[in-house]
């Protein structure tokens, strides 16, 4: 089959490097503006490259690896040649035009696959299948560590839809893969504790949120944008029969003190570094899933639901209270507005 990538960025190169050495492959074709860097990415791997519309226009399917403010173009692009699409999370920015796209993918019945990578990750299946089989027993709580390594950009925050939005969304939708479970409430707070752009744009580089599942369960995400020991993503799962974790290692990038801990390894620097197994493992699935071979692992709505825990958690923020997820319409409003957050 033909393949359309669309975006060589960082992202992009990987899937690249993936769909290139994959045997159902039979030509990859990349598109990126920047025509230049798809021309780079190309020549290493022996793809083509074409302009947007022309790659969308030839494929079998469709890998978008783009910025996310040009995912619901590009998702439109290929419903109407009803081709099976992986496009990396964001379905888009906000909530409402998330649920559009999400009733327009589900009526075109063509195959969507979105990129929630941990969902391919040994460790978060392994705990999802311990919640599964009753291991772990009761849950009672689940703990959750979101650290970049450094902060992105400053150009990036006023696009980036914020911190729930753009980071911390991976988290939301980890917990309800892991425990099978929705969220029923959320309550955050944060601030701009190192990097005064944050601020300035109106975003957090430090946040906390509690999460009530609807089983009872309570969920806390501790997250950031700058760890300098490395890019910490964690999770611990308490239950009455066992505690699980993942994420800890030789490689987790936290420094113990105590004298009888192990010595760690150099951290994690980035999630490329740290999820590239992951990202493999969801590129290959999405392959599957385009030959009609297997079944869809993380859907659009998937995607949707993810968004509405990330906007409770900025509506929050924003007005200082728990936000119940029942709060945020999980279907196409007229008009929604986002809240301004006062970062302190």
Known sequence: MQIALIGTGRIGQLHARVLADHPMVDE?????????S??????????????????????DGLVIATSSSSHPELIRAGLRRRIPIFCEKPVALDVAETAEL???????????????????????REARRRVEDGSIGRLYQVRMTAMDHTPPPESYVPTSGGFFRDAA?????????????????????????????FAKNGDVDTAVATLRM?????????????????????????????????????????????????????????FLDRFADAYRAELNA???????????????RDGLEAMRIAEAAWRSLAERRPVALNEIAPRRVEKEVWPEVNVR
Request: aromatic share 8%.
């Open 38 to 59: 798809a021309e780079r990415a190309a020549q290493a791997l022996g793809a083509r490259v074409a302009d947007v519309d022309e790659a969308i226009e030839a494929a």
């Open 286 to 300: 999405f392959v599957e899933v385009a030959a009609g071979r297997a079944e869809i692992a993380c859907t659009a």
């Open 169 to 197: 969304i991976h988290d939301f939708d980890a917990i309800r893969f892991v425990t099978g479970d929705e969220v029923e409430s959320v309550f955050a707070d944060g601030g701009a504790l190192g990097f005064d752009y």
């Open 214 to 270: 609807r089983s009872g369960v309570l969920g806390v995400l501790a997250g950031g944008r700058h760890n300098p020991p490395g890019y910490d993503i964690r999770m611990e799962l308490v239950g009455s029969a066992d505690a699980v974790a993942i994420g800890l290692g030789v490689r987790t990038p936290i420094h113990p003190l105590d004298r009888d801990a192990p010595t760690l390894e150099r951290g994690w620097m980035s």
């Open 28 to 36: 990859l074709v990349v598109a990126d503006l920047d025509r230049a």
């Open 102 to 124: 999400v009733e327009q993918i589900e009526a075109s019945g063509s195959p969507f696959q979105l990129g929630f990578q941990r969902r391919f990750d040994p460790a978060y």
